[in-house]
T-cell receptor
């Protein structure tokens, strides 16, 4: 089974600064998808960004971007110009291209944003 | 368009009791899944369905049953609740294409005493 590891249980960033959350994964598959989800205190899971493994270009969504290193099996999330509303748990997730239902999640990183 | 809805939001059970967590989606999605989220851990897949009448096990299926009689509904049944099933449960749905986004419900916090 695939495994997803987030080695930073908690991180803090100053408002307007940049922070990077780390994620590594283990798989023998060549085609897959990677995701970052945000979970605020409301518990709602919100998709932040997605990366297809066959795409070399790193995905970006406004202030959120990823650094996808396929050979290293690394998938980090960079949040630029951090805002108070970015404070939440962030989960990295892996999904096979062969089974659209099987998502594997990391244990999460709690992001604190200081004013 | 309500998306994915779950009921109840909170539930307390005694060991050995049974109950059903309800999940419904109004997006005509074929794929639906149930996850549990425990403290310090990410979401883990319990069961999933690729369409009405078709279900399969995920990572942690023991102690849970599911059925999918309609496209819209995907209930999760606990036949005999145990304290180890204390968790937050999320239902999710997704369209059939690999690029489709998975949408999550708001979750049910279940406590088994």
């Amino acid at each position: 089974a695939q495994t997803v590891t987030q080695s930073q249980p908690e991180m803090s960033v100053q408002e307007a600064e940049t922070v990077t959350l780390s994620c590594t994964y283990d798989t023998s598959e060549s085609d897959y998808y990677l995701f970052w989800y945000k979970q605020p205190p409301s518990r709602q899971m919100i998709l932040v960004i997605r990366q297809e493994a066959y795409k070399q270009q790193n995905a970006t969504e406004n202030r959120f971007s990823v650094n996808f290193q396929k050979a290293a099996k690394s998938f980090s999330l960079k949040i630029s110009d951090s805002q108070l509303g970015d404070a939440a748990m962030y989960f990295c997730a892996y999904r096979s291209s062969y089974n659209f239902n099987k998502f594997y999640f990391g244990s999460g990183t709690k992001l604190n944003v200081k004013p | 368009n309500a998306g994915v809805t779950q009921t109840p939001k909170f539930q307390v059970l005694k060991t050995g009791q049974s109950m059903t967590l309800q999940c419904a989606q109004d997006m005509n999605h074929e794929y639906m899944s149930w996850y549990r989220q425990d403290p310090g851990m990410g979401l883990r897949l319990i069961h999933y369905s690729v369409g009405a009448g078709i279900t399969d096990q995920g990572e942690v299926p023991n102690g849970y049953n599911v059925s999918r009689s309609t496209t819209e509904d995907f209930p999760l049944r606990l036949l005999s609740a145990a304290p180890s099933q204390t968790s937050v449960y999320f239902c999710a749905s997704k369209g059939p294409h690999s690029t489709d986004t998975q949408y999550f419900g708001p979750g049910t916090r279940l406590t088994v005493l």
